[in-house]
Structure formats: structure tokens, C-alpha cells
């Protein structure tokens, strides 16, 4: 059944369609007839198939209209008929198959080493963090925890002219190697600085203006409910234990040792945070409300956090 129907989507793309239109309204349409999840930087089909098309192609996404009518040749329509049928057929994310990502507006390269990007942190980074960092500090000295594909602290030091100090903390050497491609594709080694340790492990001495945390937080339960796609992100960086808790505690206890007087703490929970509302009732977690959507990004300062016991 798997061959039929992956040679079904070959013959399909490869000898009927002609140009980019062709291929932009049949991935569309089979996508739509499909199971796939979007999730993954897509929102519908229509997205999902912009994500595939502008990296083999090597358009940006306001140019594939403008190249509706341009025809493809047969190795283009082989290669995104490979893909758009491992898509359908085993469930792989587009970022991991094409191996580009975009987050605030970078493109980043992914593999099955990291998650893909798609924190609502974005959002705040494009305001440069205002109301959580003194715009008084002309380079300040920010954190990126569990950095994975390097996104949030390449993407933090862009938005801050590359005049910040953006350390990118993760524990994995797999990771790392996903990081550095990262900040050397980006041009950032003299903004962003790779760190190999277990969160603060390495950091003795050092204090921030910011530490921006976006930790594995995903907790049994949803673990097990996860879409398919999600199985081919690696697990270290989704599972927290039970309730998705457990790198978020130790952040919250050994954080304020690393920030400057009246610096905040922005850390990422998503659905946990009904975990960690329940685990420590009478601390206020300060969540953030987004424009463009998402939840479960809370902010609390140095002061906040030395006067609870975590």
C-alpha cells in the first residue's frame, strides 16, 4: 500500500503537472485530502506547501506566486514529489525533510538533533524584550537556555543589532553541532556564544540582563497524545518528567544566582502551566499575552524568584 500509494504521488507530480501553480494547487490539495498535522510553522495546507516548495526552489515565500506560470523542470518536480510523499506517507515534518526553518523571519537549519522553531517568544524578541530588559544597557548580557537549534538567541541578537551578548546554553554535543551551523551561517560568532552544559553548570560567575529559558516541558500525558509528527522531534527535548516539571524547577530554584538586580526570567511551559500553578499555588507566575497567540510564557524577576521557595 505504501509504494502504490508513493508511486501514485510520483507519477501525479512528476509527468502531469508542468509549473509551479501546477505543483503549489496539487500539494494543496493532497495535503487537504491527507491526515498530516500542521503545526510545524504551517497553519494549514496552503502554508505546508509554501514550506516545501520555497527551499527546493530556492524562492522566498512572496516569490512563488510571482512564479506560478514559470514551468519545472523534471529533477524539481523528482525531488519535491520525494518529499511531498514522505510528508504524507511517513509524517516527517517539512523543516526536517528540507532541512531550513524560519523563525522571526530567519531561515535556520534543523535536523531530527533539535526541535523545530515555534515559540511565541518570537513575538517578544521582535520588540527587543521591551518592558523585561533596561533599554538603558547598550550591550546587554542575555542568556538563551536549552537553545537547541540556536533560534531564540540568534534571532534575540539580530533584533538587538548584534550589539547584545547572547550566550546559547545546551547539554546535547548533537545539539551543538546543529547550533554552530547556525551561528556560522548567520554570521553571529561575535555575538552568540555556544555553551555545553547542563543549564547553569558551566556558567559559574556569570550574571545577565535576561535569561530566556525554553526548556524540554511537556509532561506524560501529553506526551502520549502527541500528533505523529512530533515523534520525530527528539524526546530529550520534549519530555519533563510526569508533569513536564522538571527542568523548569531547577531553573526557577538556580536562576536568580545568574541575573542582575531587577532582571527577569522569561521561561517557557506551555500546557504545564497548569502543573506548575498546582505545584506552587501562591506564587504569582506573571504570564504573557501574546498578540499573534500562544501561551504558557511566564516572566518573573530576580526579586520575585529569591523571595519564594522553590
Sequence with gaps: MFELEEREIQDEIVNELKTIGDVMRYLVTVYDESDIYYG????????????????????????????????????????????????????????????????????????????????????????????????????PQILDLCTGSGCIAIATAAAFDRK?????????????????ANIENTGMEQTVY????????????MQYDLIVANPPYVDAEDLNDMPEEYLHEPRMALEAGDDGLDLVVRILREAPK???????????????MVNLAQRYPDFKFNYIEFKNGGIGVFAVTREELLGYSF
Design 194 to 205: 555556544p555553551v555545553m552544559s547542563d543549564l547553569f553548570e558551566k556558567l559559574e560567575g
Design 164 to 180: 547584545a551578548q547572547v550566550d546559547a546554553v545546551d547539554i546535547s554535543e548533537d545539539v551543538m553541532d546543529v547550533l554552530y
Design 40 to 139: 510545524h510553522g504551517a497553519e494549514n495546507a496552503f502554508e505546508e506547501a509554501q514550506l516545501l516548495l520555497a527551499p527546493v526552489l530556492n524562492l522566498e515565500f512572496s516569490e512563488i506566486e510571482e512564479f506560478y506560470s514559470s514551468r519545472l523542470t523534471k529533477r524539481e518536480k523528482q525531488k519535491i514529489a520525494q518529499l511531498a510523499a514522505r510528508r504524507i506517507l511517513e509524517r516527517i515534518p517539512t523543516a526536517y525533510l528540507t532541512n531550513v526553518s524560519w523563525f522571526c523571519d530567519i531561515p535556520f537549519y534543523v535536523d531530527q538533533n533539535v526541535l523545530i522553531p515555534r515559540s511565541p517568544i518570537a513575538e517578544l524578541i521582535r520588540n527587543r524584550f521591551a518592558g523585561y530588559i533596561d533599554p538603558e544597557v547598550e550591550h
Design 258 to 272: 545568574y541575573m542582575k538586580e531587577n532582571s527577569y526570567l522569561i521561561c517557557e511551559v506551555g500546557n504545564s
